[in-house]
């Protein structure tokens, strides 16, 4: 099943208003552990407005880290606050938050009307007032040309798709997304995107994880990297690229005559190192990697060499990690 969301309509009832000038979602000192295990170890974080990536690789502490947020486990120390309020005293704030988690049974006898327009009932609106929201969530993401079908035949992109209309039903400022793009194909994954943007650009705080750098770079530019259940860092990914300079980052070019590329190239400030690792491409070390990027067009024009691909193999989440593990990752 989807999250349980009578809670949510039962906490509309009670007197509460979101605290003003503090952020959405705040962790102060959280840690959670099961036995030995610490899976958050003393995380402290405020976010507010926009798009947010979660990045991490699997066992990083991303689930963990929604899961406290949401209310499912309880922190075994420190605090939590949602728009200001210890959601574990007062549940009411959970009222303004969707969320998409990562694994979930759906009912798939159900059309995807009717199953958003459920949940859409348990907010406490009315028959016709959820047939409204329900009709405007599934247009939001594009379904609303199949949403008389049945869930039991959509794709798994369409699927994540009815997921996120499920989170959205309630109006929120608070959407969390747990691995959305996870399994879907090119063309799902491009129109999910979409809607993240979308959601960030009409000023509600979204939180996106993901274990894929680039995907989470096609959304937004604020990235929080989980590492062993700890903040390794958390800023502009621009911001976080730079502190990666001090290491020597490579940029890869296919070409039909690597070495005499290289000759053009061997003099440039920026390179700390040229090898060979094929007959048809030429392996650049560099510690300016933005640098380097501006200027080889010209250096490769001139040279009068074709390079037919440019790739950086070491541009991924797992590379950044040991770098900034220093090989620990």
Same mark, same amino acid.
């Given at each position: !099943?989807m999250?349980d969301?009578?809670?949510?309509? /039962?906490? +509309?009832? *009670?007197?509460w *208003?979101?605290v003003?000038?503090?952020?959405?979602? !705040?962790?102060d000192r959280?840690?959670?552990?099961?036995?030995?295990?610490n899976?958050l170890?003393?995380?402290?974080?405020?976010?507010?407005?926009?798009?947010?990536?979660?990045?991490? !690789?699997?066992?990083?502490g /991303?689930?963990?880290?929604? /899961?406290?947020?949401?209310?499912?486990?309880k922190?075994?120390?420190?605090?939590?606050?949602? $728009?200001?309020?210890?959601?574990?005293?007062?549940?009411?704030?959970?009222?303004?938050?969707?969320?998409?988690?990562?694994?979930?049974?759906?009912?798939?006898?159900?059309?995807?009307l009717?199953?958003?327009?459920?949940?859409?009932r348990?907010?406490? !609106?009315?028959?016709?007032e959820a047939?409204?929201?329900?009709?405007?969530? %599934?247009? $939001?993401?594009?379904?609303d040309?199949?949403?008389?079908?049945?869930?039991?035949?959509?794709s798994?992109? &369409?699927? *994540?798709?009815v997921?996120?209309?499920?989170?959205l039903?309630?109006?929120p +400022?608070?959407?969390v997304?747990?691995?959305? %793009?996870?399994?879907?194909?090119?063309?799902?994954?491009?129109?999910? &995107?979409?809607?993240i943007?979308? %959601?960030?650009? &009409?000023?509600?705080?979204?939180?996106?994880?993901?274990?894929?750098?680039h995907?989470?770079?096609?959304?937004?530019?604020q990235i929080?990297?989980?590492?062993?259940?700890?903040? %390794?860092?958390?800023?502009?990914?621009?911001?976080?690229?730079?502190?990666?300079?001090?290491?020597?980052? /490579?940029?890869?070019?296919?070409?039909?005559?690597?070495? +005499?590329l290289?000759?053009?190239?061997?003099?440039?400030?920026?390179?700390t190192g040229?090898?060979?690792s094929?007959?048809?491409a030429?392996l650049?070390?560099?510690?300016?990697?933005?640098? &380097?990027h501006?200027k080889?067009?010209?250096v490769?024009?001139?040279?009068?060499?074709?390079?037919?691909?440019?790739?950086?193999?070491?541009?991924?989440?797992?590379?950044?990690?040991?770098?900034?593990?220093?090989?620990?990752a």
């Amino acid at each position: !099943m989807m999250p349980d969301m009578t809670q949510h309509g /039962k906490a +509309e009832t *009670q007197q509460w *208003q979101p605290v003003e000038n503090t952020p959405v979602v !705040m962790f102060d000192r959280v840690s959670k552990t099961y036995g030995r295990i610490n899976a958050l170890s003393g995380v402290s974080i405020g976010l507010s407005g926009g798009v947010t990536g979660i990045l991490g !690789m699997n066992g990083a502490g /991303k689930s963990t880290f929604f /899961k406290l947020m949401m209310g499912k486990i309880k922190p075994s120390s420190g605090a939590i606050r949602l $728009f200001g309020t210890d959601p574990w005293k007062n549940p009411a704030p959970y009222s303004r938050v969707g969320f998409v988690p990562e694994h979930e049974k759906m009912y798939d006898w159900m059309t995807a009307l009717d199953f958003i327009t459920t949940f859409a009932r348990l907010h406490g !609106m009315t028959r016709d007032e959820a047939s409204i929201e329900a009709t405007r969530v %599934l247009k $939001f993401v594009s379904l609303d040309e199949v949403m008389h079908k049945r869930i039991g035949q959509f794709s798994k992109g &369409m699927r *994540q798709r009815v997921k996120i209309a499920h989170a959205l039903v309630n109006d929120p +400022e608070l959407i969390v997304l747990d691995e959305p %793009l996870q399994g879907c194909d090119p063309l799902a994954r491009t129109t999910i &995107m979409n809607v993240i943007k979308e %959601l960030g650009a &009409m000023g509600r705080t979204v939180l996106v994880s993901s274990h894929i750098l680039h995907e989470i770079e096609r959304i937004t530019e604020q990235i929080v990297i989980l590492h062993r259940g700890r903040v %390794l860092a958390l800023g502009n990914s621009h911001a976080i690229r730079e502190m990666l300079d001090q290491h020597p980052h /490579k940029i890869l070019l296919d070409c039909n005559q690597p070495r +005499e590329l290289a000759k053009a190239i061997v003099d440039m400030d920026e390179v700390t190192g040229l090898s060979f690792s094929n007959p048809a491409a030429l392996l650049i070390e560099t510690r300016h990697l933005g640098e &380097m990027h501006k200027k080889l067009p010209k250096v490769i024009v001139d040279s009068g060499q074709i390079v037919t691909g440019i790739d950086n193999p070491d541009d991924d989440l797992q590379s950044i990690l040991m770098y900034l593990t220093g090989g620990s990752a």
